[in-house]
């Protein structure tokens, strides 16, 4: 047996329970390891010593000795038993060096870390334990890594998981896009051949209206880009548009006459006649289905803020709000470019007319929002009009010169602004564009006096 009397060791952050049924064993393993500056804890039965287990879970080592009085467990009994309260404790069974073959057992089934023959030598069993504790830490170093990984992982995994969740509905969203861009395709497509068709009756039925439906038109297009929430898809947009350019579509199935007079000094009976406009332009779209979403608007494009208007007399939140919006810049146009109030009104005054129908034909808040977000700001536009005019493809004439850049559906440029159309590029056009998937849009021409 080494010399323990010795000077005392620093103390260790480690506990070993030492079990056996002689006082004289468990106060030399005391002394043994208290003496390396272990904590020691002692039981005298296998018994006792689970109950001293349940309250110190965070123990290091368990040394038992195999024998106990007859009536009371093993050694490795216990020690089997021990694994459940403290699986990591490393096991460690004192036995007669007779029982050899008991050891083996042991040693497999109660997980024991080595078996030691009594009379022990200190220093071995020293060795033993510091050896035992080395493993232990290490592999409860072994085991933080791995949940710190674990934790990782489930982390990733959440982060990845979240990340699918975001671009599904990325995708969705994408997907939802491209929908839109197809339906705007699609319906632009039918939209360039039934809106040719009804602005050529306008025109031939009476240019001046034709050309107040494309300047109501760009109104609309400006509105649908500045006012929130007004237009929410680019499909909405394009919508939006020719509900303005097809306002007064109704307009054709009135005699002629009627649109010559000013409101003013239209009968009572020819002015419900001439109302009928709205209500006949909804007709006319009824059996188009490019127009389905613009012909309620288009009913109620004089409905006023008050109820007085027609043809159902809605009031306020009752008006469709592109109808609302329209009626807005159906009116300022009016204001500034017909003789429908008896004198065209120059730019202030037409602003102070809308002005002083708040409360009437508009809310306030919706006349304060069209001259300060959208008159105001898009003043040049408006100078511009006067000599800016959209043609169909038919219109665009040899000799003309466009005066906006000039695009396919496909968003591809054909021709920049300021070119003359030549009898070359006229007929290079038709050839190269006029089919159904990729043909000309929004053709603006220069209609200002050549010298
Ligand atoms: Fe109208």
Redesign the pocket.
Known sequence: MMNTDTKKRPKLPYKILCVDDEDSTLQALRHLFNYFGYQVIVARSGEEALSILESHLDLNVIISDERFKPDQMKGSQFLKQSRELCPDAVRILLTAFSDAAELEEAVNEAEIFRGVSKPWSNKALALIVKEGIMRQQEARKQQKRTETLTKRGQHFHQVSQELAKKSRKQEEQINQLLEDQRRVREIRGEYEKQRDTLIDLLEIYDRKMASHSRRVAKWCRIMAEVVPGLCKTKFQKVSFQMAGLL??VG?IGLEKELLAISIESLSQKDLQERQR??VLGQRILRKLDAFQDIRVVIRH??EQYDGSGFPEGLAKGQIPPWSRWIALA?DYDNLRNTELYGERFDRPNAREQLKSWKGQRYGSDSVDRFIDEVLIPHALEEEEEAWIEEVNFRGLKVGMTLARDLYTINDQLVLSAGKIITPGIRQKLEDEYEDQNNHLIDIFVDVREKN
């Open positions: 306002h007064d307009k406009h709205a494009h004089h159906n």
